[in-house]
C-alpha cells in the first residue's frame, strides 16, 4: 500500500495483509482513493493462498477500509473474462468481486485487462524461459485459441487517468492492446524477440489433457491447472473500445516483449 504526497518522490509504504482488515485500515487515513490490484492465478491451498480469499474477501476489506476511512473514490482490478456464468474459479471470483464494489456505494471504476506483459510479467517471461531450455514448446489442442495482451505500463496509464477523469464513475473497461495472436503466433513473437527461430508445436490433444492436469495440477512445479487450461482455450480478446475513454493507443506487442526479451 502506498501512500502518495505532493511529489511523486514522497511516497509512504505501509505494509498490512488485505486478508486482515486490522492489518491495513488504518493507512488508508489521509488518502483520496484506493486502488486495489490484489490477485493471484493460481490457488495454493494449503498455505491459504484461495481465489475466495485474495479476491473476494480481500476486496471486501479494501472496500470497508475505505468507507471507514471517508474514501470516496475506489477502482478495482478485476480481469477480461470476468462474468456471472464464468467457468473458472478465477473469473467466478473476479466477478463476485466486482459485484461487491458495484453494491459498495463509492465511486467506483473497475479495469478488465487481458494478459499483462512488461519486464515481470509472469505470463510471457514464463514462454521465454521454457524456449531458452529447449526450442519445443507443447501446444494444447490447436493453438488457434487467440489472446490481446496489453502493456502493464498502458493499464497503469488507465488506472492514473480514470482519477482525473469523471466520467470513468460507475464504468467497467476492458483493457486490451491492439495485437490480437493466436496462442501460435503468440510463441513465435516470444521467439523472435528473443533472436531465436520459430519452435517446434508438438499438439497434445485437448481431451487427453482434461484428463491429465486434474491429476497433477496439485504439484505446484506444474505448469498448468484447469482453470489456466479453461482461460486459455475460451480466449481473452476484447473490442478496444477503452481508448475512445482514455484517448490513447496501446504499446505494440512485438516491440515492447523485446524490450526485456532481447536483452
Same mark, same amino acid.
Given at each position: 500500500? /502506498?501512500?502518495?504526497?505532493?511529489?511523486? !518522490?514522497?511516497?509512504?509504504?505501509? !505494509?498490512?495483509?488485505?486478508?486482515? =482488515?486490522?492489518? @491495513? !485500515? &488504518?493507512?488508508?487515513?489521509?488518502?483520496? &482513493?484506493?486502488?486495489?490490484?490484489?490477485?493471484?492465478? #493460481?490457488?495454493?491451498?494449503? #498455505?491459504?493462498?484461495?481465489f475466495e480469499r485474495l479476491h473476494v474477501q480481500a476486496t471486501a476489506n479494501m472496500l470497508a477500509a475505505a468507507k471507514k476511512a471517508g474514501v470516496?473514490?475506489?477502482?478495482?482490478? %478485476?480481469?477480461?473474462?470476468?462474468?456471472?456464468?464464468?467457468?473458472?474459479? +478465477? /473469473?467466478?471470483?473476479?466477478?463476485?468481486?466486482? !459485484?461487491?464494489?458495484?453494491? %459498495?456505494?463509492?465511486?467506483? %471504476?473497475?479495469?478488465?485487462? %487481458?494478459?499483462? +506483459?512488461?519486464?515481470?510479467?509472469?505470463?510471457?517471461?514464463?514462454? &521465454?524461459?521454457?524456449?531458452?531450455?529447449?526450442?519445443?514448446?507443447?501446444?494444447?489442442?490447436? *493453438?488457434?485459441?487467440?489472446?490481446? $495482451?496489453? /502493456?502493464?505500463?498502458?493499464?497503469?496509464?488507465?488506472?492514473?487517468?480514470? =482519477?482525473?477523469?469523471?466520467?470513468?464513475?460507475?464504468?467497467c473497461y476492458e483493457l486490451c492492446g491492439n495485437d490480437r495472436l493466436s496462442y501460435l503466433e503468440l510463441l513465435d513473437a516470444v521467439a523472435s524477440?528473443?533472436?531465436?527461430? $520459430? $519452435? =517446434?508445436?508438438? /499438439?497434445?490433444?485437448? *481431451?487427453?489433457?482434461?484428463?491429465?492436469?486434474?491429476?497433477?495440477?496439485?504439484? $505446484?512445479?506444474?505448469?498448468?491447472?484447469?482453470?489456466?487450461?479453461?482461460?486459455?482455450?475460451?480466449?481473452?480478446?476484447?473490442?478496444?473500445?477503452?481508448?475512445?475513454? @482514455?484517448?490513447?493507443?496501446?504499446?505494440?506487442?512485438?516491440?515492447?516483449?523485446?524490450? +526485456?526479451?532481447?536483452?
Amino acid at each position: 500500500m /502506498h501512500r502518495r504526497g505532493k511529489t511523486a !518522490e514522497a511516497v509512504e509504504q505501509i !505494509e498490512g495483509d488485505v486478508t486482515s =482488515l486490522d492489518s @491495513f !485500515e &488504518a493507512g488508508l487515513g489521509g488518502c483520496q &482513493a484506493v486502488i486495489n490490484l490484489v490477485g493471484i492465478i #493460481r490457488e495454493f491451498p494449503a #498455505r491459504g493462498v484461495t481465489f475466495e480469499r485474495l479476491h473476494v474477501q480481500a476486496t471486501a476489506n479494501m472496500l470497508a477500509a475505505a468507507k471507514k476511512a471517508g474514501v470516496r473514490r475506489y477502482l478495482q482490478m %478485476s480481469a477480461l473474462g470476468s462474468r456471472p456464468d464464468a467457468v473458472s474459479a +478465477y /473469473h467466478k471470483t473476479k466477478f463476485r468481486a466486482e !459485484e461487491l464494489v458495484r453494491a %459498495s456505494g463509492l465511486e467506483w %471504476s473497475v479495469m478488465r485487462p %487481458s494478459v499483462i +506483459y512488461g519486464p515481470k510479467d509472469a505470463f510471457i517471461n514464463m514462454l &521465454a524461459g521454457q524456449l531458452r531450455m529447449a526450442p519445443v514448446m507443447p501446444i494444447i489442442g490447436d *493453438g488457434r485459441y487467440r489472446l490481446q $495482451p496489453i /502493456h502493464a505500463d498502458d493499464v497503469a496509464r488507465c488506472f492514473a487517468l480514470a =482519477l482525473e477523469r469523471p466520467e470513468t464513475i460507475g464504468q467497467c473497461y476492458e483493457l486490451c492492446g491492439n495485437d490480437r495472436l493466436s496462442y501460435l503466433e503468440l510463441l513465435d513473437a516470444v521467439a523472435s524477440a528473443m533472436g531465436k527461430s $520459430p $519452435p =517446434l508445436k508438438p /499438439h497434445a490433444p485437448l *481431451g487427453l489433457m482434461k484428463l491429465v492436469i486434474p491429476l497433477m495440477q496439485r504439484i $505446484p512445479r506444474f505448469p498448468i491447472t484447469m482453470d489456466q487450461l479453461q482461460m486459455l482455450i475460451e480466449e481473452n480478446i476484447c473490442d478496444g473500445r477503452w481508448k475512445l475513454t @482514455f484517448g490513447f493507443e496501446p504499446r505494440d506487442l512485438r516491440a515492447g516483449i523485446r524490450e +526485456y526479451l532481447g536483452r
